[in-house]
């Protein structure tokens, strides 16, 4: 049956055509091979297309001889809504080929209240949900990303997931594929890769309470870890977007993993070993990429970049080489900042995140820095001609009184005051705060906690408002709903499949967004399949089983209780590089700093 209209006429009438039109600068040429791959971002265009990951992932595939890789991202509703009554399917952006007719298709999870949105480019890509329904017809389905890392909630909905790093694990299993005579074959083989799961070769057993007793495999499942970081596939060219997209500048990634182990923080846990790239090999890369895409800025890349050893002398190389970018550098720690590192930056605001308003709630997540560094680098700040800063917090956090979220206050009157002492600071100071809901995440030493309810929240947020409503401060903070379904998502198991698909149908997808999300059809999905959100935002019991329980990411689960234990005593574990902590990283892989 012939779609009723065309592509091309249905782009006349949505916004921002551009989005689906494809044809970006950098963009290698289609051509059908035996091997077609469709990348898939579960959220719009503008933010898909800044997202470095997908990009390595592209690279990885394209090492192997005979694989097309190609690019689809969310539509938005208006586009979403015209493919399906003009009768078109949703394709990728460069070979206009919808992603039924390729022979994978690979989902990038970053974010839990993307998972809707998954089933919407199915959908729209004319793939059924369940990976039971689809046979040797239709693509295998792929995940990769942070959110893999419990990947039960969207276990049904696919045929395996990569968890770890994907620069050498992608490059392998297209290769079974291409060997593969069916996808029953293909599912059979490629369990010998490193990082790879298969949830269709995994039963979950549940006692009488419903809590999990255990799993059944014969497949253990370890973490994929990219060893030589220095070496691996990077992009030698960016896409460049044909619209203004999240992140217009280029990139390249500094550094992987983190040594600081925040003990809320699942990136810093999951994301071990540390592993560097050289500065001759981030110089070339940085000016292969301003080069080739034509942007003004760069940004350097890691989940703390001021933590990088060589940071100055990257800083000199890239000036010198770069003399008319400007660098960003979007994740520096307040105890690692120097009025050096940012002498090429912006001058518009710098951001910070404290996360905790006393040393006393520090000192619990291990978040190791103190007042006196952070009055430290305010005042390196604004001798540097800034006058924006932004703060971030958490509030929520296990053993948080209302001392601590004053503490938050008392910071912003700090700052403000050595804003003041300073009479040749002309212009009004901004100080923007956030605070953000915790959520417990999989992997961490706070994976156990409960999060508190919404009487909780409400009462935290009162009192917050009432401290900072002062001049030249905005405060802002997230809504409850959505960091409640984040933590729901995070921590859940196979028993969501059926609300995910349920919210789906009812018309919740690109659920991320505010105008989009609606709290009301979620709460009816959980109801209708009989599922509490209760059981998920509970506190977990240390002997309980935990649905990512099956996985191997080598820092082990005693680590992590021994990390809980110590934040309710208020000690501070510090950082690998006061040595080396025991994570059980090092009985695998040699960390850098070990």
Not at 380 to 398: D, H, N, Q, R, V
Request: aromatic fraction near 12%.
């Amino acid at each position: 049956m012939q779609p009723k209209r065309s592509v091309e006429s249905i782009l006349k009438g949505v916004e921002k055509p551009a989005r689906y039109t494809g044809g970006e600068y950098n963009s290698p040429k289609p051509e059908w091979k035996k091997l077609n791959y469709c990348i898939c971002f579960p959220d719009i265009y503008e933010v898909g297309m800044s997202n470095l990951g997908i990009k390595i992932v592209a690279d990885s595939l394209r090492t192997v001889e005979d694989v097309f890789v190609d690019f689809a991202y969310s539509p938005w509703k208006d586009f979403g809504d015209e493919l399906k009554i003009s009768g078109n399917l949703l394709y990728g952006l460069s070979s206009k080929r919808p992603l039924k007719d390729f022979d994978m298709v690979g989902f990038s999870l970053g974010y839990e209240m993307s998972y809707t949105t998954v089933l919407y480019m199915l959908d729209l890509g004319g793939i059924p949900l369940r990976a039971s329904e689809r046979g040797d017809d239709y693509p295998i389905i792929q995940a990769g990303g942070p959110c893999t890392y419990n990947p039960e909630p969207m276990a049904d909905f696919f045929d395996l997931f990569v968890i770890g790093d994907g620069e050498d694990s992608m490059a392998e299993i297209a290769k079974i594929k291409l060997s593969s005579t069916s996808k029953a074959d293909f599912l059979k083989k490629v369990t010998a890769v490193q990082g790879v799961y298969v949830p269709s070769l995994m039963e979950v057993k549940y006692d009488d309470n419903g809590r999990i007793a255990g799993f059944i495999t014969k497949t253990p499942v370890k973490k994929a870890v990219c060893h030589d970081l220095d070496n691996a596939v990077f992009p030698e060219k960016m896409p460049v977007g044909n619209i203004e997209v999240i992140f217009d500048r280029a990139i390249i990634e500094v550094m992987r993993g983190c040594c600081r182990g925040c003990r809320f923080c699942q990136a810093g846990y999951v994301y071990r070993p540390i592993r560097m790239r050289s500065v001759d090999n981030l110089v070339k890369q940085a000016v292969g990429q301003i080069e080739s895409t034509g942007f003004d800025e760069l940004s350097l890349n890691s989940l703390s970049t001021g933590d990088y050893p060589k940071l100055k002398e990257l800083l000199g190389r890239l000036k010198e080489a770069l003399p008319c970018t400007h660098i960003a550098l979007p994740s520096l720690r307040i105890d690692s900042f120097d009025g050096e590192f940012i002498e090429q930056s912006r001058k518009s605001s710098l951001t910070f995140a404290p996360e905790g308003g006393t040393q006393r709630l520090r000192d619990v997540i291990n978040k190791d820095i103190t007042e006196d560094e952070i009055t430290r680098t305010v005042k390196i700040a604004f001798e540097k001609g800034y006058t924006s800063i932004k703060l971030y917090f958490m509030m929520g956090l296990p053993t948080e009184t209302d001392e601590d979220l004053n503490g938050i206050a008392d910071i912003v009157y700090k700052i403000r005051d050595i804003y003041s002492a300073n009479k040749k600071f002309a212009r009004n100071l901004k100080i923007s705060v956030s605070v953000s809901t915790f959520i417990p995440k999989p992997w961490t030493a706070f994976q156990w906690e409960r999060q508190i309810n919404k009487t909780e929240f409400l009462h935290k947020v009162e009192l917050l408002k009432e401290r900072l409503f002062v001049k030249g401060v905005t405060f802002s903070w997230n809504d409850y709903e959505l960091s409640m379904l984040e933590a729901v998502l995070a921590r859940g198991d196979r028993k969501l499949c059926k609300v995910l698909e349920r919210a789906y149908k009812l018309g919740c997808y690109l659920d991320g967004w505010a105008e989009r999300v609606d709290y009301k059809l979620w709460k009816r999905a959980f109801d209708e399949c009989g599922v509490s959100v209760g059981d998920y935002t509970r506190e977990f019991s240390e002997d309980e089983v935990m649905p990512w329980d099956f996985m191997d990411i080598f820092v082990t689960k005693d680590y992590l209780l021994k990390e809980r234990h110590k934040a309710y005593k208020e000690e501070v574990t510090g950082s690998c590089f006061s040595g080396c902590k025991g994570c059980g990283m090092q009985k695998e892989y040699k960390c850098k700093l070990c």
